[in-house]
T-cell receptor, first 116, second 111 residues
Framework: GENVEQHPSTLSVQEGDSAVIKCTYS??????FPWYKQELGKRPQLIID?????GEKKDQRIAVTLNKTAKHFSLHITETQPEDSAVYFC???????????????FGSGTRLSIRP | EAQVTQNPRYLITVTGKKLTVTCSQN?????MSWYRQDPGLGLRQIYY???????DKGDVPEGYKVSRKEKRNFPLILESPSPNQTSLYFC??????????FGEGSWLTVV
């Protein structure tokens, strides 16, 4: 089955610097890759996603890149701010052929801390 | 408003007393799932359902049951809760290959 590995598990960056979180997946059939941000005590919320027919996607200070050949994708946060401190999860999803439904596998999470 | 609603949000119970955590979504999603989240272990999938009457085990199904009699509801049942099931539980739903929506979470403590 699909396996998603996420690195690093913790990351501390100076405010204003960039942060990069990387994930690899095992199943080449995966075609949807969302990123979630979870603040302390709250539910995970989608911040950006990318599909397998696109190599890069940006939304203001956040970008995601996808390398299908290498089966890895990354989250990039530029000009980090204190409110970026949270746990970030990557995920990989594939549409299951026998049911048209999908199963999503999450990475283990990265705790990002922004130093003032 | 699109939402996933789970109840109760907070519960303290005793070992062995059966409990059910309800989950309901109003987006007509086919896919629903339950996760537990423990410190340092991320989101671990308990059970998932691809549609009505179709359920399957996730990574940590032991001690849990689910049912999917209606498309909108996906309750999580703990027949005989134990202290190692103390955790934060999230219900989630989505369309195939699309954004997952999470409920607000249920904090469960088993003493």
């Amino acid at each position: 089955g699909e396996n998603v590995e996420q690195h690093p598990s913790t990351l501390s960056v100076q405010e204003g610097d960039s942060a990069v979180i990387k994930c690899t997946y095992s199943d080449s059939a995966s075609n949807y890759f969302p990123w979630y941000k979870q603040e302390l005590g709250k539910r995970p919320q989608l911040i950006i996603d990318i599909r397998s027919n696109v190599g890069e996607k940006k939304d203001q200070r956040i970008a995601v890149t996808l390398n299908k050949t290498a089966k890895h994708f990354s989250l990039h946060i530029t000009e980090t701010q204190p409110e970026d401190s949270a746990v970030y999860f990557c995920a990989a999803s594939m549409v299951l052929t026998y049911s048209s439904a999908s199963k999503i596998i999450f990475g283990s999470g990265t705790r990002l801390s922004i130093r003032p | 408003e699109a939402q996933v609603t789970q109840n109760p949000r907070y519960l303290i119970t005793v070992t062995g007393k059966k409990l059910t955590v309800t989950c309901s979504q109003n987006m007509n999603h086919e896919y629903m799932s339950w996760y537990r989240q423990d410190p340092g272990l991320g989101l671990r999938q308990i059970y998932y359902s691809m549609n009505v009457e179709v359920t399957d085990k996730g990574d940590v199904p032991e001690g849990y049951k689910v049912s999917r009699k209606e498309k909108r509801n996906f309750p999580l049942i703990l027949e005989s809760p134990s202290p190692n099931q103390t955790s934060l539980y999230f219900c989630a739903s989505s369309l195939p290959g699309n954004t997952i929506y999470f409920g607000e979470g249920s904090w469960l403590t088993v003493v």
